[in-house]
C-alpha cells in the first residue's frame, strides 16, 4: 500500500510541486497584518491550488478554488462587508460548478467543504460557530487530500487543523 502511495506521489510530481508552491504563497499570507494582503495571498494561493487540483484530475475541485481565488481577490479589492453577495453568488455558483460537472461522490466534497466555510463567514461575529464550520470545512478538505493523494493539500490542512484546535483551546472554546 506504502509502494502504491508512494508511486502515486511519484507519478504526480508537477502537481505536487504547484501545491507546496501554493502552500508557500498561502502560509505567507499569515505573515502581514493587514487583512487586505491577506485577502490578496490567499486569493492568489487559491488560484494556484487550483491548477494543482487540476493537474491531480479534479477538475471540479479547481474550479471551485478558482471560484474561490476570485472571491478572496474581489474581496479584498471591495472589502468584507461589500462582498456578502459576493458569497451568496460564490455558493451559488460552486454548486452548479458541482451538479454540471460532478463525476463521482469524492468531486461533492470541495463543494461541501466550501459551503462550510461560506456559512462560517456569516458567523464572523460568534467565534464559537464560526471555529465550529471553519473545523467541519477543514476536516473536508483534509478527507479530499488524501483520497485524491495531495501531499501538500494534506499537509496544509493539517496544520490549519492543528492551529484552530490550538487557537481555540487557548481561547477557551472547548470549556
Not at 7 to 22: C, K, M, S, V
Not at 169 to 174: P, R
Amino acid at each position: 500500500m506504502l509502494d502504491q502511495l508512494l508511486t502515486t506521489i511519484i507519478a504526480t510530481w508537477p502537481a505536487q510541486i504547484i501545491g507546496f508552491l501554493a502552500l508557500f504563497i498561502s502560509l505567507t499570507g499569515y505573515l502581514f497584518k493587514e487583512p487586505k494582503i491577506n485577502l490578496y495571498f490567499w486569493g492568489g494561493s487559491e488560484i494556484i491550488w487550483s491548477v494543482h487540483l487540476l493537474l491531480l484530475g479534479s477538475l471540479t475541485g479547481a474550479l471551485i478554488l478558482f471560484a474561490s481565488g476570485i472571491r478572496l481577490l474581489l474581496t479584498a479589492k471591495i472589502g468584507a462587508k461589500r462582498a456578502l453577495p459576493i458569497i451568496f453568488l460564490y455558493i451559488l455558483t460552486i454548486w452548479v460548478i458541482t451538479f454540471l460537472g460532478a463525476e463521482n461522490k469524492t468531486d461533492l466534497l470541495p463543494a461541501i467543504a466550501s459551503t462550510f466555510f461560506s456559512i462560517a463567514l456569516f458567523y464572523t461575529h460568534k467565534v464559537h460557530v464560526f471555529r465550529f464550520f471553519d473545523g467541519l470545512c477543514i476536516v473536508t478538505w483534509l478527507l479530499f487530500a488524501v483520497i485524491i493523494t495531495s501531499v501538500p493539500s494534506f499537509l496544509s490542512d493539517l496544520v490549519s487543523l492543528s492551529i484552530l484546535i490550538i487557537s481555540s483551546y487557548k481561547m477557551g472554546l472547548f470549556s
